[in-house]
């Protein structure tokens, strides 16, 4: 009797499964459900009226699994997901609702981990994490759906709580719903439209009193870019699908507007900009003149309805692009989409104006243009030609003997390399050369008139690249904000492909301005401008493919693929039995061996690998007498004490082999010493046989030093914040991850110390014994304590050449900004100076130049309005000569004002977030308020006032100073360098 009352109990969960014409994948998904470690689950199957034998195999499993499956048919199509949701949703007998679509599957334990947050948490709503599985992909690509919004399991009581939630995780899938809540609150999907979900869950979470998101995987979305049946979310071409976006959107800004819900609606905008409108302006360089007028017109009457403030929340060209988008500007908007679509490229000629960059010159006169349309902080004016990727429309395609192409009309097809271009196997291309013609951007004249141009196109499989092809550029003109080119390319002559396996030859323009060199796509900007087949020669045969026809990548670049002109049938044949054969066990044991070569490839080049060969091969290797290894900064520079030590030993011409290790670019680096990347095997050879590793931050931390290696670890500053174990952080860590954080402090054979304020700081947080300290002084202060002392002995302060280099007029004092790091980042990812140094260069640039550095790992951009009077110097490896120079600075909380002190001349402190920087974070070791050497300010106002009366302040901060030097940097006495040098390499042989 017991049994019987079970089974006829209502199931703790009911899955509405929706399906049309899918009846191939319904199973899996049915199965998922049943499948579910919860046993209390339903099957509520619908079928939108399928034509095919869907709604069959959901009786089917229906009849398989009695009072676990139920199947039912709408009576006609609905066109849309809403309605069979609808239907599911009142033939559910759950206490919870859930929905999945035919094409997808659950996580096995979705029913039990959303249900156990539900009923402990009171829920309405419970979310966790989807994940996009891209199965037709070769990898098989998983992307997780808005994944920090599931790092932690939190509970709303409003969704107002967490804005990121209502705007960005818009489906209805991932999460399981109270029967009771749907019912109460009339909560049903729209009829007949798509991006359904985008209402649905909005009103959902506006009525829900209590929502849980767990940190669980759910729901697998399955992606099938091929599908012959695409998908909504992959036929965002059709207008329809833009025409229903536009209207949800518009229905639920009225629902936020109806409840005063300001915030919402601005944060929903800023998503819009950034992801909406985004997918569908990706696809408008492939559609035709009017497609894009009535995309327009839809779009600019919502465009003028977002909040203004949404536009400065975006990447600048998200804004540059609806900006132009609602202006209607397509001769500036199709550009900007180019940039969209490829990040990095600079698409237009761009334009200066009082100071600032723009991207275009129209629209200036309109405030809010001219403030959307100001691109400055990307830097652009700051970049040489060799470190921009610029813009090269096609526009001029012929084969020789062929018909020349220009301002046609292509049709969407050709995208991704799958379509045929145009006329396709009508075109002619009997020559096998083809002419190409096209323009290139020149943004703010960085290809100066006059240049010596030159330049070559290069053909490259896109695929398993083992050859490439050049062809000469023949002409290459300037014209102002651009350089046109022509050139040909003898396809069947010199193109010579191996055939099927590199099937899409990419095509590059790379153009050298006096010797630099910078690289190019070609745009495909105009639709079939480039159609037709040519002959070429493939070295394995001909039976496959013997010509190749122009496509449009999905980025809008030009390419050309392989393929059979003649004899269709045949060669398909061909194709098959050599796909076959590939497929077959020859090329099943070919393919293996590949991939295991390609595997071991990257196992050989995987961090795990190289400290594998450090340990067990190069640290059996003698260690060198008279080898040492250099790093600064983790391999960013050339500088700082280990920069000191190198010259010391240079100076004293001592016999030693030097390695210095770079990340990133080695220009700056000494020419006269050995260069090696970080992380790569000849670094890694170095350190295991190096008999000196001198550094000042830390060398990686999972290689363990060799006993006869001598570790001197000069650091790079005194500590204001705490470090090492003092931190809150660190002290929570477990036992075991204490133990191996000391393990890499312990590879420290000395440690320099340049006051005791280091010995009860910094050695006492990294937990350091006392012979392991060195008082010496930081090497990099000796040429700081130098300056001082020549300044005293002469009366007067020499600037030295580098005022000359970087253009300082004699009549101007020299100002240097140097920030400590920052995490967040502004606008572009960018440091964003906390003052405006527009306001400085109007009202102090008559007097001061001043110098910003950004912190190593930070990077800022100065608009072109305060050339001359601000400039970035943060690209220069060693800080020392910025500090000689300066005849003061302003720091916040960074180690550069202890090495500052040193010169004895003015420092200011901008702590406009210091309660956040001192309380906030990992704390300090001192109230920098109280013993700050210099003015402290807080505003912008007060720092222009404390430079006002900086001839003031300095003779009466000159006694705190003393006493700042006396505390901070009482072994910093000149002689660091020369005090290492002799402790530890004097018996070395003098050259």
């Known amino acids: 009797m017991g049994l019987i009352a079970d089974r006829e109990r209502d199931p703790d969960v009911s899955v509405v499964v929706i399906v049309y014409n899918d009846e191939a994948r319904l199973r899996a998904a049915v199965r998922s459900v049943l499948d579910q470690t919860l046993r209390g689950v339903e099957v509520v199957i619908v079928d939108d009226c399928s034509t095919d034998g869907s709604y069959e195999v959901a009786q089917w499993l229906a009849a398989e699994n009695p009072g676990r499956v139920r199947a039912f048919q709408l009576p006609e199509n609905s066109g849309g997901c809403g309605e069979p949701r609808n239907v599911g949703i009142g033939h559910t007998r759950g206490r919870y609702v859930m929905f999945l679509d035919s094409d997808d599957v659950l996580e096995r334990n979705a029913c039990r981990n959303l249900l156990e947050a539900a009923e402990r948490d009171g829920s309405d709503i419970v979310s966790g994490l989807c994940v996009r599985l891209h199965l037709d992909r070769r990898n098989q690509k998983r992307v997780e759906w808005y994944p920090w919004l599931y790092a932690r399991t939190q509970v709303l009581d409003s969704v107002t709580e967490l804005p990121d939630l209502f705007v960005w995780d818009t489906l209805s899938t991932n999460k399981m719903y109270r029967r009771g809540f749907l019912m109460e609150n009339q909560l049903r999907f729209l009829k007949g439209m798509f991006y359904e979900d985008l209402m649905f869950i909005a009103e959902a979470y506006l009525a829900a009193e209590r929502i849980t998101l767990i940190p669980n995987q759910v729901y697998f979305w399955h992606v099938y870019e091929k599908a012959a049946a695409k998908s909504i979310s992959n036929r965002r071409h059709e207008m329809t699908n833009f025409v229903h976006r536009m209207e949800i959107h518009r229905r639920i800004d009225a629902l936020l507007a109806e409840r005063g819900l300001t915030e919402l609606k601005l944060a929903k905008d800023v998503k819009f900009l950034k992801h909406d409108l985004v997918l569908h302006l990706r696809d408008l360089p492939f559609r035709d003149d009017s497609y894009r007028q009535e995309f327009a017109g ?138 190409l013609a096209g323009r290139i951007v020149n943004p703010l004249g960085v290809i100066p008139e006059g240049a010596r141009l030159t330049g070559h196109l290069e053909f490259r499989a896109r695929r398993r690249s083992l050859q490439s092809f050049r062809f000469p550029v023949a002409v290459l003109r300037h014209e102002g904000d651009s350089v046109s080119w022509e050139a040909e390319a003898d396809l069947a002559g010199k193109l010579r492909p191996l055939g099927i396996v590199d099937e899409v030859w990419d095509v590059r323009l790379k153009l050298d301005v006096d010797g630099v060199r910078t690289t190019t796509r070609l745009t495909a900007s105009e639709h079939d401008l480039a159609e037709g087949l040519l002959p070429v020669r493939p070295r394995l045969t001909r039976m496959v493919a013997d010509h190749v026809e122009p496509v449009v990548s999905q980025r809008g670049h030009l390419a050309f693929r392989l393929v059979a002109r003649d004899r269709v049938e045949d060669k398909e044949r061909v194709r098959e039995l050599v796909v076959r ?34 340990g067990e091969v190069f640290s059996r290797l003698p260690v060198k007498k008279g080898l040492v290894v250099f790093e600064s900064q983790l391999g960013k520079q050339y500088s700082d004490s280990p920069k000191a030590i190198y010259e010391e030993m240079l100076r004293q011409g001592l016999r030693f082999e030097a390695v210095w290790s770079y990340a990133g670019s080695p220009e700056g680096f000494p020419a006269e010493a050995t260069l090696v990347r970080r992380w790569s095997l000849p670094y890694l050879r170095a350190l295991a046989q190096a008999e000196f590793w001198i550094d000042n931050q830390s060398y990686p931390l999972k290689l363990t030093k060799r006993p006869e290696t001598t570790y001197i670890q000069t650091w790079h500053g005194s500590a204001l914040k705490r470090m090492g174990f003092d931190e809150a952080a660190w ?56 300056a001082r002392e020549r300044e005293a002995a002469a009366g007067r302060r020499a600037r030295g050449p580098l005022a000359a280099e970087l253009g300082i007029p ?182």
């Open 298 to 435: 839809i779009a600019r009457d919502y465009l003028t309805s977002l909040a203004p403030e949404a536009y400065d929340e975006v990447q600048s060209i998200q804004a540059v692009c609806a900006y132009l988008l609602r202006e209607n500007d397509w001769d500036n908007l199709l550009p900007a989409v180019d940039t969209l679509t490829n990040r990095d490229k600079i698409s237009a000629p761009l334009v200066e104006r009082d100071g600032h960059v723009y991207w275009c010159a129209e629209h200036l006169d309109d405030p809010f243009g001219r403030h959307v349309l100001d691109v400055t902080d990307l830097g652009h004016h700051t970049r040489t030609v060799d470190r921009m990727f610029l813009r090269n429309t096609l526009t001029g395609y012929a084969e020789r003997g062929g018909t020349a192409h220009g301002g046609t009309t292509r049709g969407g097809t050709g995208r991704g390399g799958t379509g045929r271009g145009g006329t396709g196997r009508g075109g002619t291309g009997r020559g096998g050369t083809v002419r």
């Open 810 to 991: 004699e009549d101007k004092q020299v100002l240097l900004y140097a920030p400590t790091f920052r995490k967040h980042g502004g606008r572009n990812q960018r440091f964003e100076l906390p003052f405006d140094v527009e306001r400085f260069a109007a009202e102090l640039g008559d007097r001061y130049v001043l110098l910003v550095r950004a912190h190593y790992l930070n990077h800022v951009v100065l608009p072109p309005s305060v050339r001359g009077t601000v400039i970035d110097v943060s690209a220069r490896h060693d800080v020392n000569p910025l500090m000689e120079l300066s005849d003061a600075l302003i720091t916040d909380y960074s180690s550069v004002m202890f090495d500052y002190a040193l010169l004895d001349r003015p420092l200011l402190f901008f702590a406009y977030d210091y309660e956040e920087y001192a309380h906030e974070g990992r704390g300090t070791y001192f109230d920098l308020l109280e013993r700050a050497p210099g003015p402290v300010v807080r505003t912008e106002d007060e720092l222009y006032g404390a430079l006002d009366s900086l001839a003031e302040d300095d003779a009466k901060y000159q006694p705190e100073r003393e006493r700042f030097v006396a505390e901070f940097g009482e072994y910093d006495k000149g002689t660091a360098a020369r005090s290492i040098v002799e402790q530890f390499f004097s018996h070395w042989s003098r050259s």
């Open 731 to 786: 002290k929570l860590k477990s036992k075991a991850r204490q133990q191996e954080q000391q393990r890499v402090l312990n590879r420290f054979d000395r440690f320099l110390i340049r006051s005791e304020h280091d010995v009860r700081t910094l050695a006492k947080a990294f937990r350091l014994q006392e012979r392991t300290l060195l008082r010496v002084g930081y090497p990099r202060n000796d040429a700081l304590v130098h």
């Open 581 to 614: 054969g590939i497929h077959g066990r020859p090329g099943k044991l070919a393919k293996s061996g590949f991939q295991r070569a390609k595997k071991l490839r990257k196992k050989l080049t995987s961090g795990e690998t190289k400290i594998r060969v450090y």
